[in-house]
T-cell receptor, first 110, second 112 residues
Framework: DQQVKQNSPSLSVQEGRISILNCDYTNSMFDYFLWYKKYPAEGPTFLISISSIKDKNEDGRFTVFLNKSAKHLSLHIVPSQPGDSAVYFCAANSVQKLVFGQGTRLTINP | DTEVTQTPKHLVMGMTNKKSLKCEQHMGHRAMYWYKQKAKKPPELMFVYSYEKLSINESVPSRFSPECPNSSLLNLHLHALQPEDSALYLC???????????FGSGTQLSVL
């Protein structure tokens, strides 16, 4: 039972353009959502989060949007830079624990 | 200091060995976690410690034994592991149970 889903295993974007990563969830008890970035053989690095009482949170080049009725969130990166190439994990938190999606590998092409 | 430090970075062990993974944080966080990550998979929760007490055990086999000696340290004792236990083991901490997690760099474990 996969409660957090990232349906795109990979995404390729031109440098300078917008990258949009998507995430869907099924558990309506989730009330806090996070995005992590991960390089191989390293731990995930926190990027940005959003509480379920908000629909948007922005931090520099990163913006997360939450659509509670659709149980969908997205991460926008603009402009995309070569250093953004990594695997991005969406995660959702309820009282018990943090649940991760399968990840999307983002590649930024020069 | 916003780091979670894990040692060793790499570990190779036989199925009859006993080894320990160590994790340390000095951010004053009261929740600490062990996650396991296989290649091309998301991190999977193993254990959660809250205020130095084990609060979640995700039905992990007894060959993995966690220990939280104090609020800054978290250990994972390994004994009689199987080759399928080879993975990246990640430690994380958070201020409270529902806050964002800070992850260490992980220990890449290979069981031969």
């Amino acid at each position: 039972d996969q409660q957090v889903k990232q349906n795109s295993p990979s995404l390729s974007v031109q440098e300078g353009r917008i990258s949009i990563l998507n995430c869907d969830y099924t558990n309506s008890m989730f009330d806090y959502f996070l995005w992590y970035k991960k390089y191989p053989a390293e731990g995930p690095t926190f990027l940005i989060s959003i509480s379920s009482i908000k629909d948007k949170n922005e931090d520099g080049r990163f913006t997360v949007f939450l659509n509670k009725s659709a149980k969908h969130l997205s991460l926008h990166i603009v402009p995309s830079q070569p250093g953004d190439s990594a695997v991005y994990f969406c995660a959702a938190n309820s009282v018990q624990k943090l649940v991760f999606g399968q990840g999307t590998r983002l590649t930024i092409n020069p | 200091d916003t780091e979670v430090t894990q040692t060793p970075k790499h570990l190779v062990m036989g199925m009859t060995n006993k080894k320990s993974l160590k994790c340390e944080q000095h951010m004053g966080h009261r929740a600490m976690y062990w996650y396991k990550q296989k290649a091309k998979k998301p991190p999977e929760l193993m254990f959660v410690y809250s205020y130095e007490k084990l609060s979640i055990n995700e039905s992990v086999p007894s060959r993995f034994s966690p220990e939280c000696p104090n609020s800054s340290l978290l250990n994972l004792h390994l004994h009689a592991l199987q080759p399928e236990d080879s993975a990246l083991y990640l430690c994380a901490s958070s201020q409270w149970r529902r806050e964002k997690l800070f992850f260490g760099s992980g220990t890449q474990l290979s069981v031969l």
